[in-house]
Each structure stands twice: as structure tokens, then as C-alpha cells.
């Protein structure tokens, strides 16, 4: 499927870094999902893990969620490609459990978007995965 442009180089950076990792941060389930088509594909590419559609994307947040008290995703370094919907960056992600132990993640997705969503998300994690 070919994409159509329509998400300015801005806009891309505010859905991937704004909207989609803000609601995430916030733990907000209902607007994280909201970014994913129904038939979105998440891997984590360095754990040779695959998330296919909604359902399966809500069970790894679920679990991510309840793993963690606080979640910060910073630091954001972006490249877009605005003709064809794509993005990446390299971020931070900082992870905080209910016991104070802090882990920090050097880490890089990369977006294709189709009609102003997310259709795959692939994820290059520093350290152990932490969507399972």
C-alpha cells in the first residue's frame, strides 16, 4: 500500500513523540492505542518480539504498565521521511518500578504510518525488553 502524504515533518514528530509517547507516559491505554491501526504490527526487533493488531499491542501495554510506576520517554533525536510517513528516533527511556529501581534505556524505533497511524513500529531496545 502506497503512501499518501498528509503529516507534515512536524506533525509526524508531535505523533510519535507528543501524542503517541505522551499517552503512554501517562499511562493512558485508550489514546496510546489510538495511534495503532487495527492490524498494527510492533516488534522489538532486538528480542526477536512481534505484537500483531490491537489486541495483542493492549496486552503488552497492560503488562508494561503494571510493570512500572513511572515512565519517561526523552531526548528525542528524530529523522523523517514526510513523503513517504516514516520516521525515527533515538530516545531515552526512563523506567521507574514500585521500588525505586530506575532503568534507562538508549533506544530507536522507527514508524510507518498509513492515513495518520501507526501500521508498523519496529523497536531497537539498549538493554532487556521490556515489552514482552
Given amino acids: 500500500m502506497q503512501y499518501e502524504p498528509g503529516?507534515?515533518?512536524d506533525a509526524l514528530i508531535e505523533f510519535a513523540t507528543k501524542t503517541y509517547f505522551g499517552n503512554v507516559d501517562a499511562?493512558?491505554?485508550d489514546a496510546?492505542?489510538?495511534c495503532?491501526?487495527?492490524?498494527a504490527l510492533f516488534c522489538?526487533?532486538?528480542d526477536f518480539t512481534r505484537h500483531s493488531g490491537k489486541g495483542e499491542?493492549?496486552?503488552m501495554f497492560e503488562d508494561f504498565f503494571a510493570a512500572y510506576e513511572t515512565i519517561i520517554h526523552r531526548d528525542f533525536v528524530c529523522t523523517v521521511d514526510e513523503a513517504n510517513g516514516r520516521i525515527a528516533a533515538n530516545f531515552i527511556a526512563e523506567l521507574i518500578d514500585d521500588d525505586g529501581n530506575v532503568t534507562l534505556l538508549n533506544n530507536t524505533n522507527f514508524w510507518r504510518l498509513r492515513d495518520g497511524k501507526f501500521q508498523e513500529v519496529y523497536v531497537y531496545m539498549s538493554g532487556a525488553n521490556v515489552l514482552t
Avoid at 495503532?36 to 492490524?39: A, K, L, P, R
Wanted: proline share 0%; no cysteine; aromatic share 6%.
Fill in 32 to 34: 496510546a492505542l489510538d
Fill in 57 to 59: 499491542i493492549r496486552r
Fill in 36 to 39: 495503532f491501526h487495527d492490524e
Fill in 7 to 9: 503529516l507534515s515533518r
Fill in 27 to 29: 499511562k493512558n491505554m
Fill in 44 to 46: 522489538v526487533q532486538t
